[in-house]
């Protein structure tokens, strides 16, 4: 059988629902301990992050901790793609489930760095997501790429290309697993 796209994304969405409770909640506080350990080294204070649905990654303790010396930012949908917008509380559910702050007027010109959720991941390190394309329109948008992280709870990856060339590529993958992929 041959691996496609589709498949390769429904067979990592059913690990990522599948893992229990106790696992979860493990692979939350390395991956939390690990992205904050890369951002020592990186220059940059304009950062878009992203606010986890239920089996994502979860970030939030390294945006609380992120937002004390950064400028961040989260994605606000606008048809079918998205703009970024400054993090502020309160967040509101909106479509598909996911938390934006309020919309904003202000123009972000530059990020530096992008956290970035993946379902999985191919063998040019593109990012396979939810199946909408809206990173991959946003980062299309942009005049300079910024360093971009992937994260993901358990790894999911294939040395298979999979992705279309317009698919977000990133710099280094971040799991639960013992495995940093660059």
């Given at each position: 059988?041959?691996?496609?796209?589709?498949?390769?994304?429904?067979?990592?969405?059913d690990?990522?629902?599948?893992?229990?409770?106790?696992?979860?909640?493990?692979?939350?506080?390395?991956?939390?301990?690990?992205?904050?350990?890369?951002?020592?080294?990186?220059?940059?204070?304009n950062?878009?992050?992203?606010?986890?649905?239920?089996?994502?990654?979860?970030?939030?303790?390294?945006?609380?901790?992120?937002?004390?010396?950064?400028?961040?930012?989260?994605?606000?949908?606008e048809?079918?793609?998205?703009?970024?917008?400054?993090?502020?509380?309160?967040?509101?559910?909106?479509?598909?489930?996911?938390?934006?702050?309020?919309?904003?007027?202000?123009?972000?010109?530059?990020?530096?760095?992008?956290?970035?959720?993946?379902?999985?991941?191919?063998?040019?390190?593109?990012?396979?997501?939810?199946?909408k394309?809206?990173?991959?329109?946003?980062?299309?948008?942009?005049?300079k790429?910024?360093?971009?992280?992937?994260?993901q709870?358990?790894?999911?990856?294939?040395?298979?290309?999979?992705?279309?060339?317009?698919?977000?590529?990133?710099?280094?993958?971040?799991?639960?697993?013992?495995?940093h992929?660059?």
């Amino acid at each position: 059988m041959i691996l496609t796209k589709s498949s390769f994304r429904k067979k990592c969405i059913d690990g990522m629902k599948n893992r229990s409770k106790n696992s979860f909640i493990y692979d939350q506080n390395i991956i939390n301990k690990k992205l904050l350990k890369e951002l020592q080294g990186v220059k940059g204070k304009n950062i878009l992050l992203y606010y986890p649905i239920d089996f994502e990654a979860d970030i939030k303790k390294s945006i609380v901790k992120l937002r004390k010396k950064n400028n961040i930012f989260i994605p606000f949908m606008e048809n079918e793609s998205f703009k970024i917008v400054p993090f502020r509380l309160p967040l509101q559910k909106k479509k598909f489930d996911i938390y934006e702050a309020g919309n904003s007027l202000r123009k972000i010109k530059k990020i530096d760095i992008a956290i970035v959720p993946v379902v999985g991941v191919d063998g040019n390190l593109q990012r396979i997501g939810f199946g909408k394309g809206m990173y991959d329109r946003f980062f299309a948008k942009l005049k300079k790429r910024p360093y971009t992280i992937f994260i993901q709870p358990r790894i999911c990856f294939t040395k298979e290309i999979v992705c279309d060339h317009y698919d977000v590529k990133g710099d280094l993958l971040i799991t639960a697993d013992n495995r940093h992929i660059k």
